[in-house]
Structure formats: C-alpha cells, structure tokens
C-alpha cells in the first residue's frame, strides 16, 4: 500500500468508484480508493439501479445525460463488457393537471440540455406499457433513455479502469482515523497502516457519518429502509417481443422496471423507516435489512391497481437495504464546509443513475476548483449551520414519503419547520404570513388575505396573486415593510479587510466611511463566483471600523469558505458572522423617509443621507444600521437590527406607518419588484457557468484594478457566447420559471434563469441567458412555458427602472 498520494477516496460503491475514474480522467493519477470490505458492499450490490434522464434542474440533467453516455461506452468495451439495459424508456404517471404541468415544465427545462422528453395522454402511456390500466390517469412523462444496468459490474469497470489509468483500489482496509495537518494535508489511518495525502474524499454511503466524525464533521445525511420485490415471470413479459418500459408513480409511490421475465417493484410507503440513526452494526457489510412486506401494503394496492398482472404471480424474492437521504433529497456533491482539502460524494438515493455524473463534476471540482455546471444544488455548502440529525430525519422521511412528487415552486412542505425563526415570526403569523423557507429561516412570503386562505401547488401564477399585488401597490405608493431574516452578514475587521476585498473582487470596493456598494467576486476561471454588499461603518461606540459584507441567505458557509480560503498568512483580517444576530426590516416607499424619520432622531434627508450610505442609528429606542438601498427601486432603508431589539422597532415602525397606509410584503413581492428592476438572484440568475459580461455586470467590472481573483481568466475570454437578458412574454397565464428554454424556429438559444410577474409595469418579466445573436433588445423569441410556445421579446434589462426616479 501506498504511503502518500494526492487523493484518498473513501469507499468503493459507485460514489468511490465513479470518482477515482473521473480523477484520473481529469489527469491526476496518483490517487488511490480505499474501502473496508470488497467493492459494492454496501448499499450499491443490492440496488434496483435503474438510470434515467430526468432530473429537476438542467445540472441534474446533464450529470445523469454523463451518466448513460459513460455507461453505454462501459456495456460497448469488448474487453469488460458490463450489462447495461439502455432505452427501455420509462414513464412517469401523472392524475393532475398540475402534475402534468410540472412534466412539460421539466420537458422543457431538458430540452435546452439536448434531452426531449414527451409528454403523453394516458392511453398512449398505456400502449408504450402494455401491463397498465389508465384508470385514475391522466398521462405522463415519457423518458426515451431510461434503463438499467448491473451495479457490481459498472463498480469493478469504473475501478478497472481507474487502475490502468495509475490509481490503485485497496480493498478490506477499513479507514479508522483522519488527521490534519497544518498545511491541509491528510493522514488517512487504516488498519494496514498510514497514507498521506493532499485530499479526502469521503463516498462512504450509509456510514458517511462514521468517517465523517473522523474529522469531526456532521453531515446532513439519514438512512432509510427501503423495499423492492422482484415476481416470478408474468407470462404477457414472457410473450412480449419487446421490454417493458420503467414506471414512476407519484399517484401510488413505486416504482417498476423488467427484471428477467417478471418485474422489480420498489415502494415509497408512508409508514417509513428510518434506519442506523443510533449507529450502525460495524458487521452490516453485503447485507440486508429484514423483509417488512406488510409496511408497504398502502402502496402495494396502487401497484396492483395499475398492473393487474402483478395480482397473478408470485413474489420470487425481496430485497430491503438502507439508502442516503439529505435534508432536500439531493445529494451532497463538493467541498465539505468549513474544511480544507475535504470533499464529499455523499446521500445519494439514485446513485446508479446518477453516480456516474457525480463523480464526474467531483473530480472537476477537486482538479479545477469548478465543474463544467453550476453545482449548488448539490454543493455540501447549500444548507447553514442549522442542520441536524433531527431535522436531517424528519427532511429526509418527508422527502421518502414524497419520492416522485417533485415541489412546485410555491410548495414549502411542512417537515422541519421553524428551524430558524426570530421574535417577528409569531407576529407575522398573527398578521396572517404565509411562509417560504429561506436557509431554514421562516420568511414571508405573503400576507393571507383572509385567515382560511390557501394557495394550491402549480407551475402557474396562484391564488395569492392579486394579494401580492396590493402589496407591491402599497410600497409603490405609500409604504411597505419586510422582515428579511438570515441575510447573510460578515463583519470583517482588521487592517487588511478592505484590500482584502478588493483582490477578492472585480469590482470597485466602497472604501469611504458611511458609504456601500454592490460587488461581484470571480472565481479562479473569471466566471462569478459571488455577490455581496458592502458597507463601511465607521468607528463608533458599537465598535472599531468595521466592514459588513452581505449576501443571500444560501451563501452563508459557502462565501465564508472563499473568503477565508482566500485570506493571506500576512493579510490582518478577521471574519465573523453576525447573520443568526441581527435581522432586516426593510422600510420601501414614497412614505418610507417620513416614517422612518418619525422614529429615529438625525437629519434623514436625501441630501444628508444619499443613496448608498449607511449610518448607525436609533429605532425608537432599539439600536440599528441604516442603510439607503433599495431592492425595489422605490425609497427604501434596511434597517439591520439586533435580534433582542427586533420586536422593539418593529412596534415603533409600525406605530408610526399607521399615518402612511403601512402594510407588510413578503418575498414574493420583493421577486417580483427586484425583476422590474433588473436585479439579479445569486444562483438563480448568477451562476459559475458565466462570466461577468455574460451576466450583464459590466458597470461592475474594474479590468483597469491592477488584480483580482479570476482577472487573469477573464482576460483571456474571448467574445461573450450567450449574454443574460430580460424578455416580456405576451402570457397572463404563468410566469417562465428557470430552466424553460428559449426558442427560434424551433431551435434552442437560451434558457431562462427568473420569471416573475411585474405589476408596477404589467410585464410577465423573465431573465434569460441567450445565444449573444439573439440578445438586442427587440428580438422577437418564443419561451416554451409549461408545453406553450409563449411570444416573447427582449427588452431592457429593469423595464421599471426606466420609469422610476426614486
Ligand atoms: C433497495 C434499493 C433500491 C435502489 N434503487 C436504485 C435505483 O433504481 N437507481 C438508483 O440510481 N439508485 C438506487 N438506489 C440507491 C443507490 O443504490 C445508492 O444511491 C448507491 O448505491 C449509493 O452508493 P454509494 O457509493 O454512495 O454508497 P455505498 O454503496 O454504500 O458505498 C459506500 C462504501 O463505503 C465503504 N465504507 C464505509 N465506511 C468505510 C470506511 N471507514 N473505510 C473504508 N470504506 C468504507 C462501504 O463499505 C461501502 O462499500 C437504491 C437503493 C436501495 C437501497
């Protein structure tokens, strides 16, 4: 056995294998995987593996596209052929019109990654799949490339190659220990001795946990049981000259693939197990957890119910093996947080489908610091510090019952709730709030015009739209107040904090006491990275000069990882977080200034307080940092307040808009205003895909700083090849949610990244990044939204900025 070596992986299921392959694929050959037992021992020997293209995002699209083309590549090697049943295709059901909505949404969103999906009556459903009825069917989706494929052999080809590329595979060599080093490095302890490494990869499936308290990490990760039987021959299988294609059923929660002459059934039953939450046998290795056929009944009948065919055989054998959840059932993929040289392949429930992609964007990550796609929506990073093994349960039973009801955009489902809240949240509830969950936090999403108001799960605008209305109206012509909890907020202090900042970014760093502005930081290949606000508060009795870096919610562990990755031995600077102490309430409106001077002394004026200063100051009697900024466009102040104060200014605040038609708005109206002003969402519409131009900062850019990170790359781009736009969509129907593609004569040139209603400027408003031959202003497109191709045309980016003086 090696004794150094650039890369360890921990553990030889698909996860381990996929990326030791992908590593030496990327070029680093030195890399070797370790794991406990033999190769697939632990959850992937006994999975039902079946490989589809569909996925929710076009990243989870296009790591699973990865995916079959690697694994028809592996069925065609003559040398190691491995048993890959490709294109069976599979449907899944739908009895909602909603649901299928949802379907042409995804068909669309798929499109712009090269993957058609159709979209099916229910009796055409019926004739691709002999064996069901279409009784309680609407239709479904139709994927041309579902399939499946042995799991032993795809480990042990990924693996063989792997070793002829250089890396070397230990097997029965349980990892006992980790330590760090001062200089990052790794010393992986083994029952058969040491090895040294730059890098940890820890693919350790069901006992993630086990290794990754080995260096002192939680991961939000919980097993579940869970079933699948496999029937004797059904002789229509028997006689059919073709093969069956797969089911998914949100209706009945199964799923079903051919298996020989019979068929492989496996359940999402309600009554569900969790499994291992108080530590795992250590002799649980190729083994099964015991039958339990009596949990699925509730299930079971659905199955029946479709595939009458199932009611006539046997059962031949059962197979009940645990499975990784994550708190929002996509797995954890990327750097661990707030570790160094750490990363994770981690919670993965489809890790046959999608293990192959996985390992791919890993080993991008690891060798390139990026992958090829924007990876947050499997980056460990994505959740905060909230995360826990309770609440890591209750997510991931939820997300188990829930298998293939995907979430509609206005769904927040009700598991794990109030994780994070502030002293505002019983108040807002008692003002009728209903809630999305930002990070964990319970943030407003709109005030409930009465109290038995609900709001059904759709792609389309809902119930709530001319709610939300009369709240943008009410910032528009009076004034409104929002509660913004887990705004992520930095103070950085120290000597070298500002000029820290500015090599961090490419934008030009406010560097005047009392003043902020908006900055954009890139990674290492000049796309961006990051979006942050920036403020300068000056020295007062609150403490020393201070700089406070905010942004989104989300970006909390990440951001804080870049920064402090960043921060040079001979660099004064220091980094706290203050975002679980201090909370916003932004005031917005023409009546904004005259409310807030009402409640807090000093000269408020335009003149005394311009846009994009910051002041500290009183609320009443609760201390607060003030600053001029404004989401919406109109007159605004975010106020950032002490938690222990919060409620304080909040009564005063409210006291004193009782003379100005104060009302609450809650998140959507804030969407939906920031896309009249060509605000821009981090992750949604600012991704590590593009660069700064593409993204449409270029007022953002400084290419004369002498350096920032990521301008030696930036500099080397040639012309922008798409450029992010705002369209108008002649659509009072649905708003174009991100991933809906952008047509011309049928061809794909863009995908959409936001939609929103604007209803200051009555535009169905939509961002998209476009081929940069069809961004000029004017041109005429089409969004397909929801199966519609919706007219469409470019126009100027914040449509209500253009109007608006304020
Ligand atoms: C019943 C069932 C049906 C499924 N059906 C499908 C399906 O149809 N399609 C699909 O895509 N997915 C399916 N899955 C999920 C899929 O099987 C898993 O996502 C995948 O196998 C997980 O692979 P892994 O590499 O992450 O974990 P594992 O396969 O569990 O591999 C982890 C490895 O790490 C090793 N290890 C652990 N600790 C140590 C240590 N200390 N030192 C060294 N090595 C260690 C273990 O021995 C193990 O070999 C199914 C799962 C189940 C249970």
Not at 207 to 227: D, I, K, L, Y
Not at 390 to 401: F, R
């Amino acid at each position: 056995m090696k004794s150094q070596t650039k890369v360890v992986v921990i553990g030889g299921g698909i996860a381990g294998c996929s990326t030791l392959y992908h590593l030496t694929q990327e070029g680093w050959t030195d890399v070797v995987l370790v794991e406990r037992n033999e190769l697939t021992s632990g959850t992937t020997w006994h999975s039902a593996a079946q490989v589809t293209n569909f996925g929710g995002n076009q990243t989870m699209v296009g790591l699973k596209t990865h995916s079959i083309n690697l694994y028809k590549e592996l069925r065609d090697d003559a040398d190691y052929p491995v048993q890959y049943n490709h294109g069976d295709g599979g449907i899944r059901l739908a009895n909602t019109e909603a649901q299928m909505d949802g379907y042409r949404h995804f068909a669309s969103m798929a499109r712009g990654m090269g993957v058609e999906f159709e979209i099916l009556d229910a009796e055409e459903c019926a004739r691709r799949h002999p064996l069901i009825s279409t009784d309680n069917l609407l239709g479904g989706l139709w994927d041309g490339n579902d399939g499946d494929i042995d799991p032993a052999s795809l480990c042990q080809a990924l693996a063989r190659r792997a070793r002829k590329a250089g890396a070397e595979v230990y097997r029965n060599t349980p990892v006992t220990g980790l330590t760090q080093h001062k200089d990052d490095s790794w010393t992986v302890h083994t029952e058969h001795g040491d090895i040294v490494c730059e890098i940890v990869v820890n693919a350790c499936g069901y006992r993630v946990n086990e290794v990754g308290a080995m260096m002192g990490v939680e991961h939000p990760v919980t097993s579940m049981e869970h079933q699948y039987f496999v029937t004797e021959d059904i002789p229509a299988i028997v006689e059919s000259d073709k093969r069956m294609p797969l089911l998914r059923c949100p209706i009945s929660d199964y799923y079903s693939r051919q298996e020989k002459n019979g068929l492989l059934i496996g359940f999402y039953e309600q009554g569900c197990k969790t499994w291992g939450m108080d530590g795992i046998d250590p002799h649980f290795v190729n083994a099964l957890c015991p039958d339990d056929l009596d949990r699925i009944t509730d299930v079971l009948e659905g199955a029946f119910e479709r595939m009458p065919a199932l009611m006539e055989v046997g059962i031949k054998n059962v197979v009940n093996g645990p499975i990784t959840y994550t708190i929002d059932g996509a797995p954890l993929v990327g750097p661990i947080p707030g570790k160094r040289n750490a990363f994770c392949c981690i919670g993965l429930r489809a890790g046959l489908g999608e293990g192959g992609g996985h390992g791919w964007l890993l080993a991008q990550q690891i060798v390139h610091g990026e992958a090829v796609y924007d990876t947050w929506c499997i980056d460990p990073r994505r959740f905060g510090e909230h995360t826990n093994v309770e609440l890591t349960a209750l997510k991931a039973i939820e997300d188990y019952q829930n298998e293939f009801r995907f979430h509609f955009p206005n769904e927040h489902r009700p598991a794990g709730r109030n994780a994070k809240t502030t002293p505002l949240t019983p108040v807002m509830a008692a003002e009728g709030a209903e809630f999305t969950i930002v990070n964990g936090w319970e943030r407003v999403d709109y005030i409930k015009p009465s109290a038995d108001f609900h709001h059904t799960h759709t792609f389309k605008f809902d119930e709530s739209f001319d709610a939300v209305g009369e709240e943008v109206k009410a910032v528009q012509t009076d004034v409104g107040i929002c509660e913004v909890n887990g705004f992520n907020r930095f103070e950085l202090t120290g000597a070298d904090a500002t000029n820290f900042l500015d090599r961090m970014s490419c934008s030009t760093v406010p560097r005047k006491p009392g003043r902020m502005g908006l900055i954009y930081l890139l990674n290492h290949h000049g796309n961006v990275k990051a979006e942050a606000t920036i403020a300068n508060i000056p020295a007062s009795d609150r403490g020393p000069d201070r700089v406070w870096y905010g942004s989104a919610a989300a970006s909390e562990l990440h951001d804080m990882d870049w920064l402090q990755q960043h921060i040079r031995d001979d660099e004064d600077v220091q980094i706290k977080s203050l975002t679980n102490d201090q909370t916003i309430l932004i005031i917005a409106g023409p009546k904004a200034r005259d409310v807030l001077s009402s409640v807090s002394r000093g000269d408020w004026s335009n003149e005394a307080f311009k846009f994009l200063a910051v002041r500290e100051a009183y609320i009443g009697i609760a201390p607060a940092t003030v600053m001029r900024v404004s989401f919406s466009g109109e007159t605004a102040y975010e106020l950032h307040i002490p938690n222990a104060s919060l409620y304080g200014a909040y009564l005063s605040l409210r006291e004193a808009g009782k003379a100005h038609g104060m009302k609450i708005f809650g998140a959507k109206a804030v969407d939906s205003m920031r896309m009249e002003m060509g605000y821009l969402h981090w992750k949604a519409d600012i991704l590590t895909e593009f660069d700064p131009f593409e993204t449409n900062l270029n007022r953002f850019i400084k290419m004369d700083k002498s350096d920032f990170v990521g301008k030696a790359a930036l500099e080397k781009k040639g012309d922008p090849k798409h450029l992010l736009v705002s369209m108008a969509l002649d659509s009072t129907d649905a708003a174009a949610h991100g991933g809906s593609s952008v047509m011309i004569d049928g061809k794909v040139v863009g995908t959409v990244t936001s939609g929103d209603w604007g209803y200051r400027t009555g535009l169905n408003i939509a961002y998209a990044f476009v081929e940069t031959a069809y961004a000029a202003e004017g041109t005429a497109v089409e969004v397909d939204v929801l199966g519609k191709m919706v007219p469409a045309k470019v126009i100027p980016a914040g449509p209500y900025q253009a109007q608006s003086s304020r």
